[in-house]
């Protein structure tokens, strides 16, 4: 069964680096997501992509995050300077849509374990 | 903010089935009830949705009421495995890439 896949699966990171957070979504698909979760709190909506650009972004996605598709199969989440508060689990995700351009369901990588210390 | 209510926490025994309600007061005619879980912090993963007619997969079956107001998902034999979140979430069949908005769902508990 195809699945998204994320790496790293931990990525442990000094408070003011960048991070490149990594996907590779089902191959078909057409629209990625970036979601994060915090311990202990909601999944919470990034950023969708579709057609090689952002469609929609949260107020979390301020100018310190990026996407970028570089390649037609990797997806990734740039954090250009981490703070604390970033340190969760992101979850990267993909969908595919009907013939009549309604939606499928969306399939979520296992995340990546971010620490920021 | 999802347009969702789901009780906070539910327990079930092992073998039985587990009904997880959920209501929806507010949905429109095109929006469709769909159900994710999250099992200990891995990502969530789809289960079923439905517009009107009650629907059946080899994970679940979702009842939706004639007015569509409310559903329940029907765990039909809870195993220790389905101890994980579960979230309803409404959302327009054609919404595009709208993305899916998560509540804090409902965390069941199956019990041995």
């Known amino acids: 069964e195809p699945e998204v896949t994320q790496t790293p699966s931990h990525q442990v990171t000094q408070m003011g680096q960048e991070v490149i957070l990594r996907c590779v979504p089902i191959?078909?698909?057409?629209?990625f997501y970036w979601y994060r979760q915090i311990l202990g709190q909601k999944v919470e909506f990034l950023v969708s992509?579709?057609?090689?650009?952002?469609?929609?972004k949260s107020e979390i996605f301020d100018d310190q995050f990026s996407v970028e598709r570089p390649d037609g199969s990797n997806f990734t989440l740039k954090i250009r300077s981490t703070k604390l508060e970033d340190s969760a689990m992101y979850f990267c995700?993909?969908?595919?849509?009907?013939?009549?351009?309604?939606?499928?369901?969306?399939?979520f990588g296992q995340g990546t374990r971010l620490t920021v210390v | 903010d999802a347009k969702t209510t789901q009780p906070p926490s539910m327990d079930c025994a092992e073998g039985r089935a587990a009904n997880l309600p959920c209501n929806h007061s507010?949905?429109?005619?095109?929006?469709?009830v769909y159900w994710y879980r999250q099992i200990h912090s891995q990502g969530p993963q789809y289960i079923i949705h439905?517009?009107?007619n009650n629907e059946t997969n080899e994970m679940a079956s979702l009842i939706i009421t004639e007015d569509r107001k409310s559903s329940t998902l029907i765990l039909p034999h809870a195993t220790l495995r389905d101890t994980a979140v579960y979230y309803c979430?409404?959302?327009?069949?054609?919404?595009?890439?709208?993305?899916?908005?998560f509540g804090k769902g409902t965390r069941l508990s199956v019990i041995a």
């Open positions: 439905g517009l009107k």
């Open positions: 191959s078909n698909h057409l629209y």
């Open positions: 992509f579709y057609n090689n650009e952002i469609s929609e």
């Open positions: 979430i409404v959302r327009a069949w054609n919404s595009g890439n709208t993305p899916l908005v």
């Open positions: 507010t949905i429109s005619g095109n929006e469709y």
């Open positions: 995700a993909s969908r595919d849509q009907t013939a009549l351009g309604g939606n499928t369901e969306a399939f």
